[in-house]
C-alpha cells in the first residue's frame, strides 16, 4: 500500500488498514534476519571442521527449503553452530529461488510466541508468499505434549508455504523432533554432526565481520612448520564452540596487540578460571578468606569492615572475642589482597578485575554444590531491607540472573522471586525484580522455564508478585513474546480489587498496543474477551485501551477503523453491552464514558457523528444502566458540563437543570 499525504505538519495520521481485526487469530511476531547474521553467513562462514571435514548441513538444508517440503529440520546438541547453520540455510536458499524470481525471499526469524508453549498453535505460524522462515524451538520442543501431531502440522504449513514461494527452517534439539515415528518426519531433518574450526571462525570474523587482519596472526593454529602457532591459539581447541571463537574475536577487538593486551585478552576470555582456581587452591583449608572473597563478590566496593561482617554471618559466627586472636594472622587489607581484591582506604572492590566475581560465583555453584541452599539464604538475609547488600540489588540480581542462565538453574530465579516476600514493594524494588525476571524469561535454555513461572505468579495472591509480572510485560519480554505477556495480564486483569498490580497491568496493556506492530494482535485479543459476559478482565481492558485520557492513540485507530468496517463499529457497541452488564467495572465504565463524550467534542481526528451514533446504539440497550442512566439523565449533587449537555441534546435526551447541579464533575 502507498499512502502519499500532503500539508500534515504537526498533524496525525491515522492508517487502520491491517492493524485492525475482527476475526481468526493473531499470527505470531516476525520479525527480519538482522544484516548482521546475514554478513556472517554470506562472508564469514566457515564450512570446514578443524580436521578439514567439510560442513555439508547448511547447503543440504537449503535443498530441502527448496523443494516440495519447503521444510528443513537442523538437529543438534548445543555447541554445533546450528543457528548459523539455518540461517545460513535460508540465505543459499533465497539465492536458488532469487534466480527464478526478480525478487529474493525476506528472511525473517519467527518468535515462538505460542500461547501455550506446550501445545504450540501452528495454525498462527505466519504465511506471506515469498518469504524464507526460521523458527527456533530447541529449547522447548522436548516439553511438547504431543510432539509427533505438531511435527505433522509443521510439515503440512510447510508444503503450503512451499506453494506460495516461502519456506520454513526449523532448529530443535538433538532428539525432539519425532523422526522415527514416520518417514514423513524423518524426510526434512538434517543433523549437524561436525562443528567448524574454531581457529578459522575467529580468523574469519577478525577478517570479514571486524576488519581488523592485524589480529589475526595470534591466533593462527600450527600447520607443521609454515605457520608459526599464535600466541592465543592454545586458546582454541577441537572442543571449543562456534560461540567460543566469536567472543573471542570479540575480544581481540578490545585490545592492543601488545603483550599487555593479549595477556588482557587471554584473561578475559578464560573469564579468570586460572586466577580462580588458584584462589581456591590456595584457600584450600581456609573458610575464613573463603567467606571473605565470596563476601566481596556481592559487596564489591564496600567497606572493608562491612564485607568482613557479611562473611562472618556467610560462616554462622560472631565476632572474635579472643584479643590473642584478633592480633594474630594477616591484617584486613592482605587477605583482601590475597582473594584478589583490590583495597582503595575504607573500602575493597573486585571491579578492577572485570568478570571475576561471575568467575568465582560459577566456580564455587559448579564444585560446592553443598553450598547452594546456604548461600542463596544468606544472600535473601544480605540484600533483606537495612541489610548491607539492600543498596546493591541491581550489581546482586545481575549476578544472579546470569548465575541462572550460565547454569540453566530455576533455583536461583525462584530466590530472586522470594525477595518479594520480605515486605518491601518500593516500585524501584520491583522495576528491578521485573528487568531480571525478563532477562531470564528471554533467556534460550531457562526462559521457557521462566515463562511457565511468571504465568504462575501471574495469578499469585499477593500484589507485589503480580505487580512485578505486570512490569516484566512492559520489558522487552512484551515485544518478543506479546502473546504471553496478554495471557499474564489477562490473569492479573481478574483480581478481584482494582488494586495497584490492575493499575499497573492496564498501563503495560496499552503501553504494548502503542508499540510497533502490535496493536493489531492487542486489539483482536481485548475486543474478543470484552465480548464475553462478566469477563473482569476482559472488560477493564477494554476500556483501558479505549480511554482517550490515558492516550487518544487506540481509541483514535479503532474509531477510524469502525468508520470503514460495519463489523468493527458493531464489535465496539457489543462490547460495550458487556461492559455495562458487569457491575464490578461501573465506575470505570462512566468515568470513559464521559471521557468519550469529550473526545468527541474536542479532538479532530474521531468522527462526532460515530461516537454519537455509538452512545445511541449503546443507549438503545442498556438506558437504565447506571454509568449510561447518570450520563444521560445525570445524578444528584453532580454537575455535567458543557461536553455530556451537548451530547444529550443530539441523542435527544432531556437536559433540564433538574439533572445538572451540584459540585462541578471533573472528567
Known amino acids: ?62 535443498a530441502l527449503l527448496t523443494g516440495e517440503g519447503a521444510l528443513a529440520v537442523i538437529a543438534a546438541v548445543p555447541g554445533f553452530g546450528r543457528r548459523t547453520t539455518a540461517i545460513r540455510a535460508l540465505w543459499e536458499a533465497a539465492q536458488t529461488v532469487s534466480t527464478a524470481v526478480d525478487a529474493p525471499p525476506s528472511l525473517m526469524k519467527i518468535s515462538p ?31 511438547w505434549k504431543d510432539p509427533r501431531k505438531v ?48 581457529h578459522q571462525v575467529t580468523i574469519s570474523h577478525l577478517q570479514h565481520v571486524h576488519h581488523l587482519p592485524n589480529r589475526i596472526p595470534c591466533v593462527y593454529p600450527e600447520r607443521g612448520n609454515i605457520t608459526p602457532r599464535g600466541e592465543l591459539a592454545d586458546l582454541l581447541t577441537k572442543s571449543s564452540t562456534p560461540a567460543d571463537a566469536v567472543r573471542l574475536a570479540g575480544i581481540l577487538t578490545k585490545v592492543e596487540p601488545s603483550a599487555e593486551g593479549l595477556d588482557a585478552a587471554r584473561a578475559s576470555f578464560q573469564k579468570w578460571r586460572t586466577q580462580v582456581d588458584d ?10 578468606n573463603r567467606a571473605l572473597l565470596i563476601a566481596s563478590v556481592f559487596l564489591s566496593g564496600e567497606e572493608a569492615l562491612t564485607i568482613q561482617d557479611a562473611a562472618r554471618d556467610l560462616l554462622d559466627e560472631e565476632p572474635e572475642q579472643n584479643v590473642r586472636t584478633i ?57 533483606a531491607p537495612k541489610q548491607a547488600g539492600a543498596g546493591r540489588l541491581a550489581p546482586i540480581s545481575d549476578l544472579l540472573v546470569d548465575l541462572a542462565i550460565a547454569e540453566n538453574d530455576i533455583r536461583v530465579i525462584d530466590k530472586i522471586r522470594a525477595w518479594l516476600d520480605n515486605g518491601n514493594s518500593a516500585d524501584e524494588r520491583l522495576e528491578l525484580i521485573a528487568r531480571v525476571l525478563a532477562t531470564a524469561a528471554e ?11 511468571l504465568l504462575v505468579w501471574a495469578q499469585d495472591d499477593s500484589v507485589a508478585v503480580a505487580r512485578t509480572v505486570a512490569l516484566v510485560c512492559r520489558t522487552s519480554f512484551a515485544d518478543r513474546y506479546p502473546r504471553q505477556a496478554l495471557v499474564r495480564l489477562r490473569h492479573i486483569l481478574s483480581r478481584p480489587e482494582n488494586d495497584v498490580a490492575v493499575d499497573t497491568a492496564t498501563t503495560a496493556l496499552s503501553e504494548l498496543a502503542s508499540r510497533k506492530g502490535h496493536f493489531g494482535r492487542v486489539w483482536s485479543t481485548v475486543i474478543r474477551w470484552a465480548q464475553e459476559d462478566g469477563h473482569l478482565a476482559g472488560h477493564r481492558a477494554f476500556l483501558a ?88 439523565f445525570g445524578e444528584p449533587d453532580v454537575r455535567y458540563d458543557e461536553a455530556v449537555i451537548e451530547l444529550r441534546k443530539e441523542l435527544g435526551m432531556p437536559t433540564s437543570d433538574a439533572f445538572s447541579y451540584g459540585s462541578p464533575r471533573e472528567p
Not at 279 to 288: H, K, L
Not at 357 to 362: D, E, F, I, T
Not at 572 to 591: G, M, P
Open 113 to 143: 510466541d505460542w500461547s501455550d508453549p506446550v501445545v504450540p498453535d501452528v495454525s498462527v505460524l505466519p504465511d506471506e508468499p515469498g518469504t524464507g522462515y526460521l523458527l527456533d524451538v530447541a529449547a522447548e520442543i522436548s516439553s
Open 545 to 632: 485501551l479505549l480511554d482517550p485520557r490515558t492516550d487518544p492513540f487506540a481509541l483514535r485507530v479503532v474509531l477510524t477503523a469502525a468508520a470503514e468496517d460495519p463489523e468493527i463499529k458493531q464489535a465496539l457497541i457489543d462490547a460495550w453491552s458487556r461492559v455495562l452488564t458487569n457491575t464490578r467495572v461501573l465506575a470505570e465504565a462512566r468515568d470513559v464514558l464521559i471521557a468519550w463524550a469529550h473526545t468527541r467534542v474536542e479532538d479532530e481526528l474521531i468522527s462526532r457523528d460515530l461516537i454519537t451514533d455509538v452512545f445511541r446504539r449503546v443507549v438503545e440497550r442498556h438506558l437504565m444502566a447506571t454509568p449510561i442512566a447518570a450520563l444521560v
Open 1 to 62: 500500500m502507498h499512502v502519499n499525504v500532503e500539508g500534515n505538519d504537526r498533524s496525525s495520521i491515522i492508517v487502520a488498514a491491517g492493524s485492525v481485526t475482527m476475526s481468526g487469530k493473531p499470527l505470531l511476531s516476525a520479525s527480519p534476519v538482522s544484516t548482521a547474521d546475514l554478513d556472517v553467513v554470506r562472508a564469514a562462514w566457515v564450512g570446514i571442521s578443524s580436521e578439514g571435514e567439510p560442513l555439508t548441513a547448511a547447503t543440504d538444508a537449503a
Open 279 to 288: 584462589v581456591f587452591a590456595r584457600t584450600e583449608r581456609d573458610a575464613d
Open 443 to 453: 533467556a534460550d535454555r531457562l526462559g521457557p522455564t521462566v515463562r511457565s513461572r
Open 327 to 383: 592480633l594474630s594472622g594477616p591484617d584486613l587489607t592482605t587477605r583482601f589482597k590475597d582473594v584478589g581484591a583490590e583495597v582503595d582506604g575504607r573500602r575493597a572492590s573486585l571491579d578492577h578485575r572485570p568478570g571475576y566475581a561471575r568467575a568465582v560465583l560459577l566456580h564455587l555453584w559448579r564444585q560446592r554444590a553443598d553450598i547452594h541452599t546456604h548461600l542463596l539464604a544468606w544472600i535473601n538475609g544480605l540484600t
Open 151 to 198: 511435527a505433522f502440522e509443521l510439515v503440512s504449513h510447510a508444503e503450503a508455504l512451499g506453494r506460495k514461494g516461502s519456506f520454513l527452517v526449523l532448529v530443535s534439539d538433538e532428539r525432539g523432533w519425532p523422526e522415527d515415528e514416520s518417514g514423513t518426519l524423518a524426510r526434512p531433518v538434517v543433523r549437524a554432526t561436525v562443528k567448524p574450526s574454531a
